[in-house]
């Protein structure tokens, strides 16, 4: 009779510790990964954040040359106002965030583009050394912008994978996990571009 119950109570807290074991693993997965995008977003923020504040700099090196382009430095100033006024919570990332994210950036390095462009006619700035550190510094983040963004759609793409996936699928639907956006492409980025000569 002993046998029996001790029998009885051992299948019964197997019954309720495997399934728990099971739920408690799979959310903190779930929560591991969570934290993993968001991680992956603040660097992505961090990198761009690094872009904006090297602009001050890189605008007053120009105007100290090329004072009378006050069209394009006012163009960059205002574009880098823009991104600064996007404040995104990574906690309720969505696709039009990011796509509005994605546009203000978007607008910030036609700018730039815009404002190197500009350094092209006056060689003395070219060959100013604050300037030549300041555009070194831009690529470099520019590349980094690139890899913090690579590796947030690759944070975003194991938490999608993970939520998505039976049975756990059915956990992430009870506790509320919802898919994080990915970065994508910008709009005619497939296609080559022309080159003139």
Known sequence: MKKGWLIAIVAVLLLILIP?????????????????????????ESTYQRR???IPNLVETVKGYASHEQE???????????V??????AANLSPAMIQQFQQAQQGLSGALSRLLA????????????????????LEGTENRINVARTRFN????AYNT????FPGNLLANLFGFQQKPYFEAQEGADAAPKVKF
């Open 162 to 165: 993970q939520i998505r996936s």
């Open 118 to 137: 500009v350094s092209e006619s006056y060689p003395d700035l070219k060959a100013n050394q604050n300037f030549l550190d300041l555009q070194t510094q």
């Open 72 to 82: 394009v430095l006012t163009g960059v100033t205002e574009a880098r106002s823009r």
């Open 20 to 44: 728990y074991t099971w739920v408690k693993g799979t959310y903190n997965g779930f929560v591991r990964l969570d934290e993993g995008v968001s991680k992956a977003w603040s660097d992505v």
């Open 52 to 54: 904006a504040d090297l």
């Open 84 to 89: 600064g006024q996007i404040q995104i919570d």
């Open 154 to 157: 690759e944070a975003a793409r």
